[in-house]
Nanobody, 124 residues
Framework: VQLQASGGGLVQAGGSLRLSCAAS????????MGWFRQAPGKEREFVAA????????IYADSVKDRFAISRDSVKNTVYLQMNRLKPEDTAVYYC??????????????????WGQGTLVTVSS
């Protein structure tokens, strides 16, 4: 399984970015795809997740109403649309995948497959 994250960059506060996570190597129909982030000196934290089948989503409170996660089953790609970005959103963003139970969706330790991370920097 390979997860390739891309789309990070430098943006001003209030701006938008869209991250992509291209997945390959297996069928992900029973999987949950998640986005996590890690700021310097901080622990990795949950951002959002989507169930591949059905498309149900869950968000961290800090990004709810600003970020949107989606997936394209044809392209095997998961997206994270980030709007109204804030300096505190600055972090390396990672995509992750696994057959995770609903209760464990926001736990980084529940995911086995991880992408390499893409840096998002939001300037004030």
């Amino acid at each position: 399984v390979q997860l390739q994250a891309s789309g990070g960059g430098l943006v001003q506060a209030g701006g938008s970015l869209r991250l992509s996570c291209a997945a390959s190597g297996r069928t992900f129909s029973n999987y949950i795809m998640g986005w996590f982030r890690q700021a310097p000196g901080k622990e990795r934290e949950f951002v959002a997740a989507i169930r591949w089948i059905g498309g149900s989503t869950i968000y961290a409170d800090s990004v709810k109403d600003r970020f949107a996660i989606s997936r394209d089953s044809v392209k095997n790609t998961v997206y994270l649309q980030m709007n109204r970005l804030k300096p505190e959103d600055t972090a390396v963003y990672y995509c992750a995948a696994d057959r995770v139970s609903t209760l464990a969706t926001s736990r980084a330790g529940a995911y086995y497959y991880w992408g390499q991370g893409t840096l998002v920097t939001v300037s004030s």
